[in-house]
T-cell receptor
Framework: AAGVIQSPRHLIKEKRETATLKCYPIPRHDTVYWYQQGPGQDPQFLISFYEKMQSDKGSIPDRFSAQQFSDYHSELNMSSLELGDSALYFC??????????????FGEGSRLTVL | KQEVTQIPAALSVPEGENLVLNCSFTDSAIYNLQWFRQDPGKGLTSLLLIQSSQREQTSGRLNASLDKSSGRSTLYIAASQPGDSATYLCAAMDSSYKLIFGSGTRLLVRP
């Protein structure tokens, strides 16, 4: 069965550079979530999209932006990178229809290292 | 604001033992509660999902219970194996479908 696809899996950037992470949800899933997990930390909610509109916002820095496209894939753009942005970034998707159980399906994550 | 706490933070047991991981949450108005497994540096693997109207879910050697009134969930692992060694995370989903994670329990099952 198709899963949530994230790319790239690993990314190394310098301070003050820009990075873009991509997420391809499970087919027919209309909702995408982004989470950030720092070293030794639990995942923290960043932002979510439903039907290409932002549906909720968490602890996402102003330097970060995200969007969901017409094919439901999502991109997380991070600018002016800081050392503290080094983390594992997870994308999750879900289906909001009548059979919605609230189950989120997570990708393998994109590991960002800022040097 | 929902807060999720997991106890213990770390656990080391010999192979074959039955064990219980605990999760508590402060706001009982949850949509569901999910248990995940995470291996070092890896992604999140969904183990069990309990809807707010349910009391427990079972999958193989895993059983998760939910008591909304007391704000608690437990994950029971029967006959533990070294391959069960990982970090186990519980997460409560709020009414906006946002998951709030606990800090996890790091489990080591010794051969």
């Amino acid at each position: 069965a198709a899963g949530v696809i994230q790319s790239p899996r690993h990314l190394i950037k310098e301070k003050r550079e820009t990075a873009t992470l991509k997420c391809y949800p499970i087919p027919r899933h209309d909702t995408v979530y982004w989470y950030q997990q720092g070293p030794g930390q639990d995942p923290q909610f960043l932002i979510s999209f439903y039907e290409k509109m932002q549906s909720d916002k968490g602890s996402i820095p102003d330097r970060f932006s995200a969007q969901q496209f017409s094919d439901y894939h999502s991109e997380l753009n991070m600018s002016s990178l800081e050392l503290g942005d080094s983390a594992l970034y997870f994308c999750a998707s879900s289906f909001s229809g009548t059979l919605n159980t609230g189950e989120l399906f997570f990708g393998e994550g994109s590991r960002l290292t800022v040097l | 604001k929902q807060e999720v706490t997991q106890i213990p933070a770390a656990l080391s047991v010999p192979e074959g033992e039955n064990l219980v991981l605990n999760c508590s949450f402060t706001d009982s108005a949850i949509y569901n509660l999910q248990w995940f497994r995470q291996d070092p540096g890896k992604g999140l693997t969904s183990l069990l999902l309990i809807q707010s109207s349910q009391r427990e879910q079972t999958s193989g050697r895993l059983n998760a219970s939910l008591d909304k009134s007391s704000g608690r969930s437990t994950l029971y692992i029967a006959a533990s194996q070294p391959g069960d060694s990982a970090t186990y995370l519980c997460a409560a989903m709020d009414s906006s479908y946002k998951l709030i994670f606990g800090s996890g329990t790091r489990l080591l099952v010794r051969p």
